[in-house]
C-alpha cells in the first residue's frame, strides 16, 4: 500500500535552474497539499487542490506553481530556484469533504538544495 | 487568523519519566485538533485527534484533551520510551470549505536510556 509517493528524495540545483518535484497518492483522496518544512518555522502550507481541477495559494505561494494533472498526482514546479527555497517538501492528501475530519497522509518528503 | 502555539523545544527526557508538551490554539471557529509525529527522515504520520471540546484523544499510550476553555490541546504521555524521540506537531483543521491544516512550529522530544 504506498499511499503518497514523492519523487525525487534529494535534489541539489543551481541558482535559476528550474525542477518539479511529483507527487501521487493511491488512496482516492479528492484533497492534496504542499508544505514546506524549515527548522523552526513548523510546516507552512504552499498551495493546495481542493478536488481534482482546482489550486489554490496557500500561506507561501510565492516562487512555486502547481499542477494537478488529475486525481491521483499533484506537482509542484519552481521555475527559477533561489536559495530561499532551500527545504523539506512534503506532499500530503486527505478525503476533503466538508464533514471530514480526519487525517493528512504524508509523504516521505523530498530534500531541496538550492545552490 | 486561526494559529497554533507550542512549547519550544527540543524536550529531553529520562526513559520511563513523564511527558508533556504543551499547545494552544486561536480559531474562529470549532476545528478539530490533531497530534502529528515525525520520526527522524520520515513524514508526518498522524499520532491523535479530536474533534470536539472535551473528546479525548488517545493512541500508542499517548493522550489529549480538546480544552475549549482554554484553548489547549496539551500532549501528555505517562513513561516515555527511547522509540518516542521525534517531533511533535500540534495541528488544527479550518472546516470552513477550505481544508486547510495549520501546524505549529513543533516540538523535539528525545529520550536518553
Known amino acids: 500500500n504506498a499511499g503518497v509517493t514523492q519523487t525525487p528524495k534529494f535534489q541539489v540545483l543551481k541558482t535559476g535552474q528550474s525542477m518539479t518535484l511529483q507527487c501521487a497518492q493511491d488512496m482516492n483522496h479528492n484533497s492534496m497539499y504542499w508544505y514546506r518544512q524549515d527548522p523552526g518555522m513548523g510546516l507552512r502550507l504552499i498551495y493546495y487542490?481542493?478536488?481534482?481541477?482546482?489550486?489554490d495559494k496557500g500561506e507561501v505561494p510565492n516562487g512555486y506553481n502547481v499542477s494537478r494533472l488529475n486525481k491521483r498526482e499533484f506537482s509542484l514546479r519552481l521555475e527559477s530556484a533561489a536559495p530561499s527555497q532551500t527545504s523539506v517538501y512534503f506532499c500530503?492528501?486527505?478525503?476533503?469533504?466538508?464533514?471530514?475530519?480526519?487525517?493528512?497522509?504524508f509523504g516521505e518528503g523530498s530534500r531541496l538544495t538550492v545552490l | 487568523g486561526d494559529s497554533v502555539t507550542q512549547m519550544e523545544g527540543p524536550v529531553t527526557l529520562s526513559e520511563e519519566a513523564f511527558l508533556t508538551i504543551n499547545c494552544t490554539y486561536t480559531?474562529?471557529?470549532?476545528?478539530?485538533l490533531f497530534w502529528y509525529v515525525q520520526y527522524p527522515g520520515e513524514g508526518l504520520q498522524l499520532l491523535l485527534k479530536?474533534?470536539?471540546?472535551?473528546d479525548k484523544g488517545s493512541n500508542k499510550g499517548f493522550e489529549a484533551t480538546y480544552r475549549k476553555e482554554t484553548t489547549s490541546f496539551h500532549l501528555e504521555k505517562g513513561s516515555v520510551q527511547v522509540s518516542d524521540s521525534a517531533v511533535y506537531f500540534c495541528a488544527l483543521s479550518d472546516l470552513t470549505g477550505t481544508y486547510k491544516y495549520i501546524f505549529g512550529t513543533g516540538t523535539r522530544l528525545k529520550v536518553l536510556a
Open positions: 480559531a474562529t471557529g470549532y476545528p478539530s
Open positions: 487542490s481542493a478536488s481534482e481541477g482546482t489550486t
Open positions: 479530536a474533534t470536539k471540546a472535551d
Open positions: 500530503a492528501s486527505n478525503m476533503g469533504h466538508r464533514s471530514n475530519t480526519g487525517e493528512l497522509f
